[in-house]
């Protein structure tokens, strides 16, 4: 028996890939397929391909994207792809869900238990944001694109500093350091954990300089005193020194969130990345064994009107 | 886990069970490396062996469809002058051009970790894929950059082929899509390097009464050459990277080795109060016999000599382009 793919609708188009829906066949399983455009690199497969491939065959887990299949069509690599019909991005944005604590606590859970799985297999992914937490049609959350994760590095080994979208991307590499842990990851989830609260982004930077700017408001200045040796970083200048907002100003900005929602989230997102959170201290935080319990990922609120476009398009499919 | 847990839960039904805590070594029973790349002895040899068949079925397929108008071809079929390759000079070939690619990756100033991986994926390739359809030296270029590119050392396909006499960008590129499906796409290579670092750091808390700073030092430089000598044999397909690291330490220094473990060992059963958690009275002894035996069979590598190699090698040429012999025949005719 041989199994097919199908690619019968185009839904996006990236720098290097173009992503159809599908079916998987003979099963009749839906499936994303990521065609990645080869003709258009000279040095072969490209390298953001290689990254996803490579990770993804290593991470099997309920909150990471399957890699089911990878095939050869007329020399261009296609990823096939678990299909995952919405992304995080997308519910944060419409405001006509309503978020119940016991939501933002389970998509904090899944995304948390996620990374775990990655950074216990000494992964980093890069590159979290809420577009690349997607949500399968039960509403199980999943990590997504790992087209910029690496393997944790040694501890000589140089890295860019240019990674993850601005929004979401640490002090640490804001200031240019060659070298970084799992923790940049954690710092975008706590960015995340907050935009869930808010409803909007936390730390929308302009430009990168703006970044700085936004990031140190909301947070107060690192200096050498809360973080050692801060000032060594290749872009740390002589920066405005705002204060660290007080507990009182927290509680005030994250007017939904319990004292251990918050606890979580200074947690995750201290300047210092020797005193930031793992995953695992993440996990076994208060906040996940408090009231209210996580909501169950099918009782998760869900973009109504884009699942019943899809429903058509399923509909219309079968006719 | 274990089959007597099941039948004791199906007499006294239990909750669920949560607090199993997932250990490193499931975690490494997860990766594709073990999963996908690792046998016992027998399916290693059996998996030569039937790779070795089909690239022979493979060519006696095309022999047979030689235009048979050419004198030259039926000679061929009469005399049976192209030969497949057996296992062994299979393994001589592929152990060959692995070197190779040790001395090219240097030459590109790769990592160890990354020349490692080059290697690693060169020698799955053939694993599935006979020298008598592929040959290993083309192969092993094709690896290499694929291996720099998959390990964050990516080096420009025209500066690498530059860099390599009679080769084009195309000549590399076009293995790179049958060599990742023959990998299975597995990338992710767990070299004993790390494992070897992480033992140097351990000994130096475990055993700074058992040995001098500046001698466990020079052990650990020792030790990794062994390491790297033993990426031509196939200890990678048969025993976990920490098994090969330890091992490389037991042949240099086998009574350090044994006290640390005579160690280790011990406290893992002062501080484990689960009683399934504590090692078994023999493992030691298990562990032991297998680094021996991890040992023996890194020293299984042959390091074959060029002659021996270029003759396998022009059997190679013939046996992928069996014309290629015909018109050899054909100019000898018109010379004599």
């Given at each position: 028996m041989t199994i097919s793919y199908t690619k019968e609708k185009k839904v996006g188009e990236g720098t290097y890939a173009v992503v159809y829906l599908g079916k998987q066949l003979p099963s009749e399983r839906n499936i994303a397929v990521k065609e990645i455009?080869?003709?258009?690199?000279?040095?072969?497969?490209d390298m953001s391909a290689i990254r996803e491939v490579k990770y993804l065959q290593e991470l099997k887990h309920q909150n990471v994207i399957e890699l089911v299949d990878v095939f050869d069509e007329e020399g261009n690599i296609n990823l096939v792809l678990e299909f995952l019909p919405m992304d995080l991005e997308i519910i944060i944005k419409d405001t006509s869900l309503l978020f119940q604590p016991g939501d933002v606590k389970s998509w904090m859970l899944m995304t948390l238990r996620g990374l775990h799985h990655c950074h216990r297999n000494f992964i980093l992914h890069r590159d979290l944001k809420p577009n690349n937490l997607l949500i399968s049609p039960d509403g199980e959350l999943k990590i997504a694109d790992f087209g910029l994760a690496r393997s944790l590095s040694q501890p000589n080994e140089r890295l860019t500093?240019?990674?993850?979208?601005r929004w979401y991307r640490a002090p640490e590499l804001l200031f240019g350091a060659r070298h970084y842990t799992e923790v940049i990851d954690v710092w975008a989830v706590g960015i995340i954990f907050a935009e869930l609260m808010l409803r909007t982004p936390y730390l929308p930077g302009k430009d990168d300089a703006d970044q700085l700017t936004v990031t140190f408001q909301a947070l107060g200045t690192p200096t050498d005193k809360t973080w050692p040796g801060v000032s060594t970083l290749p872009l740390y200048k002589s920066l405005h020194v705002y204060p660290e907002p007080s507990r009182a100003e927290l509680l005030n900005r994250f007017g939904a969130a319990s004292e251990e929602a918050l606890n979580l989230m200074i947690a995750m997102t201290r300047m210092d990345p020797n005193k930031r959170c793992s995953t695992e201290e993440a996990l076994t935080c208060k906040y996940f064994t408090?009231?209210?319990?996580?909501?169950?990922p099918i009782n998760l609120p869900m973009k109504t009107q884009k699942k019943r476009e899809s429903e058509e398009d399923y509909e219309s499919n079968k006719r | 886990m274990t089959s007597s847990d099941s039948t004791n839960q199906e007499e006294t039904p239990q909750p669920e069970k949560h607090s199993k805590q997932i250990t490193n070594d499931d975690l490494y029973r997860r990766s594709t490396q073990f999963r996908f790349w690792s046998f016992t002895e027998q399916r290693l040899k059996d998996l030569k062996r039937s790779t070795n068949e089909k690239g022979a079925a493979n060519l006696k397929e095309r022999i047979s469809q030689?235009?048979?108008?050419?004198p030259e071809v039926s000679e061929i079929w009469e005399k049976d002058l192209v030969k497949p390759l057996t296992v062994e000079e299979e393994v001589k070939i592929v152990e060959y051009y692995a070197r190779k690619a040790q001395g090219l990756a240097n030459y590109f100033k790769l990592p160890t970790q990354s020349r490692a991986t080059a290697i690693s994926f060169f020698r799955k390739f053939f694993l599935v894929n006979s020298c008598i359809q592929f040959h290993p030296q083309y192969i092993m270029y094709t690896c290499l950059f694929l291996a720099a590119k998959s390990d964050n050392h990516f080096i420009g396909i025209k500066e690498f082929s530059k860099a390599i006499p009679k080769t084009t960008p195309e000549s590399i590129l076009q293995y790179e899509f049958q060599i990742l499906q023959s990998l299975k796409f597995a990338l992710l290579c767990h070299h004993p390097y790390k494992p070897l670092y992480g033992f140097f750091l351990d000994f130096q808390v475990e055993m700074k009464n058992n040995i001098q700073s500046d001698k466990l030092a020079e052990l650990y430089d020792h030790a990794r050459d062994k390491v790297s000598e033993a990426l031509f044999s196939d200890v990678s397909f048969l025993f976990t990277p920490s098994q090969i690291a330890l091992a490389a330490y037991y042949e240099l220094n086998p009574e350090l080795v044994t006290s640390y473990l005579s160690k280790k060992f011990s406290q893992l059963s002062t501080i484990n109060e689960d009683e399934q958690l504590k090692p078994s009275p023999n493992i030691q002894t298990k562990l032991v016999d297998n680094l021996k035996h991890c040992i023996e069979l890194s020293h299984a590598s042959f390091d074959p000599e060029i002659e021996e190699v270029t003759q396998i090698s022009r059997k190679v040429h013939y046996c992928i382009d069996p014309m290629k012999l015909v018109k050899k025949m054909q100019k000898q005719k018109a010379v004599s």
């Open positions: 455009k080869v003709g258009t690199f000279k040095d072969g497969v500093s240019n990674v993850v979208t408090e009231y209210p319990p996580p909501t169950k | 030689l235009d048979p108008s050419i």
